[in-house]
């Protein structure tokens, strides 16, 4: 295999291709590199691209030295030919005074760091060479990891499409054949027969649910299942789930009771998915009160938002799983039986945390052991005009390409893309936008003003963006400085564009911004 990156180690010396026609500045390198102490550096120097190439593709190499002041070759073309050849091995930019300008692309198309031949010294060179080669395999490794993430990814698809095809259609068979049997299609039955037949159709309706579940799930998480939204009284919508139910309670002698406000104002969302987060609640709740306990679902408006109480005087939640339960196969434990569980695969609050977020909203639960569980979701009023209002994203990257491929990956997706290829203008566009944006991709190193500047800007906004840094340095010193303003995602270069559109739908639309109040006259 060509062009492949050694990791040198303390006993064997750096392999270094050295691509350089200016016979001073060769003289220079060498002599450099020679000097350092404790480094052992074996060279191999060519004098052009072409050769460069062909060296690349009979040994192994650490780091290329490429000079960008080469004869016969164009701005960029001998870094594309040498990545091409060797996609593995970081290349370091060698420039003059009068080309940093060009270094600098260099380096937004994938080399690993420039420098100045006649600012150099051993130890700066050595130091350069020492740091690209680290970032380069850093940034292998979290490619290679990426990767493995995807593919471990689509095998979990491909599990979920096979459980959809494979055992809903045999589940189907038993038990329509079970019910067959119980109805006396085939002649009586007699009572141990009834018995077992009941018990086969029970476990087979409680499989055929564990399934329902994780497909159901799994198409919430990938956004493949849409919000059918309508405006709607949600009071009017729980009261009759809270209906449905009361049966059940009454069956464990639990007292279910509510509280629904009258006066709550309509808002947008799917019926069918908010009922079936109130189920769950209630139905969770039904299984962990003992006899005679109480119920108590509340509904009412929280200022901006509409706020759903579901109260239990249950064995109640310990303090270290109240995060972990909203998590996918977490079960609930009982506080005095620990190593118990309840029936089921534990997606039931996982189903309902999903149907919040992409409602807007935000779910929880606060409780004491042995003092029962209060489960509350809020659900913003303004939600019609989050579920209409596409997401409102800014992409600041000088690449014209990278930029032109995120602005029509997420336009496509159905979201409104403003584009700037300049850090001061991406702050004016920041600064001028009424609406606000309610994410940003951004790279680091930018003209006219860096993405730590631009990074620093929003945080100062009273309605700061999710901001997402897109980096081909994932260790430099530049990404660190933002990281010290707050949290940011930070994807690394090359990106798949399908997790940067399925990062974009896991955003919350900022709400609209309050409207000035008219003073009196």
């Not at 350069?128 to 290679?144: F, P």
């Not at 799930?217 to 009284?233: A, F, N, P, V, Y």
């Not at 069956?251 to 799917?270: C, Q, Y």
């Not at 790279?443 to 963006?465: C, N, T, W, Y």
Request: aromatic share 4%; charged share 25%.
């Amino acid at each position: 295999m060509t062009g492949k990156a050694l990791s040198p180690s303390e006993t064997q010396p750096i392999h270094v291709l050295l691509i350089e026609d200016n016979a001073k500045d060769l003289l220079t390198l060498r002599m450099m590199l020679a000097d350092v102490k404790g480094v052992s550096f074996d060279i191999t120097v060519v004098g052009g691209v072409d050769q460069g190439v062909a060296a690349l593709g009979g040994t192994n190499f650490n780091v290329v030295l490429l000079s960008l002041a080469l004869r016969g070759t164009r701005g960029l073309d001998g870094l594309l030919q040498i990545q091409s050849q060797a996609p593995k091995v970081p290349v370091v930019i060698l420039t003059g005074l009068e080309d940093q300008a060009m270094a600098f692309d260099a380096v937004k198309k994938g080399a690993q760091d420039y420098v100045v031949k006649g600012k150099l010294d051993a130890n700066l060179l050595t130091r350069v060479i020492h740091y690209a080669i680290e970032r380069h395999r850093v940034m292998e490794e979290m490619r290679e990891k990426n990767q493995e993430l995807e593919r471990l990814n689509s095998l979990k698809s491909e599990f979920v499409s096979t459980v959809s095809h494979e055992l809903r259609t045999p589940l189907t068979v038993v038990l329509s054949a079970t019910n067959n049997l119980l109805d006396g299609a085939f002649g009586a039955l007699n009572d141990p027969q009834r018995k077992w037949l009941k018990k086969i159709s029970q476990h087979s309706l409680r499989l055929h649910g564990m399934i329902s579940d994780i497909l159901d799930l799994s198409k919430l998480q990938s956004g493949k299942t849409e919000m059918r939204r309508e405006q709607l009284d949600i009071g009017k919508l729980f009261k009759a789930g809270l209906a449905n139910m009361a049966m059940l309670a009454k069956e464990k002698k639990i007292r279910l009771t509510h509280n629904v406000s009258n006066d709550l104002p309509l808002i947008w969302g799917d019926s069918g998915r908010l009922d079936q987060v109130l189920t769950n609640l209630v139905t969770n709740a039904i299984k962990f009160t003992p006899e005679e306990g109480r119920i108590e679902v509340t509904v009412e408006k929280e200022e901006e938002h509409i706020a759903v109480t579901v109260a239990d005087t249950g064995v109640g939640i310990a303090p270290d799983q109240q995060e972990e339960i909203f998590n996918r196969f977490h079960q609930i434990r009982s506080q005095d039986k620990p190593e118990s569980s309840t029936q089921g695969i534990g997606l039931g609050l996982a189903i309902c945390r999903e149907i919040v977020i992409q409602h807007r909203g935000h779910i929880w639960v606060e409780s004491e052991a042995g003092q029962g569980s209060r489960f509350k979701f809020q659900i913003p009023i303004e939600a019609r005009s989050a579920a209409e209002r596409p997401l409102n994203i800014l992409v600041v990257d000088d690449d014209e390409e990278i930029c032109e491929l995120l602005t029509m990956t997420l336009t496509q997706a159905g979201f409104h893309v403003t584009a700037s290829k300049n850090g001061k203008h991406a702050i004016q566009v920041i600064q001028e936008n009424e609406r606000g944006f309610d994410l940003v991709f951004l790279d680091l190193m930018l003209p006219g003003a860096s993405g730590v500047e631009i990074i620093r800007h929003i945080r100062r906004l009273k309605r700061p963006a999710e901001i997402v840094v897109i980096t081909a340095y994932p260790n430099s010193e530049m990404l660190f400085e933002g990281m010290t303003t707050g949290p940011l995602t930070i994807i690394a270069k090359p990106f798949n564009t399908e997790s940067i559109v399925e990062l974009a739908r896991k955003i919350k639309p900022a709400p609209p911004a309050a409207k000035p109040q008219k003073k009196a006259a």
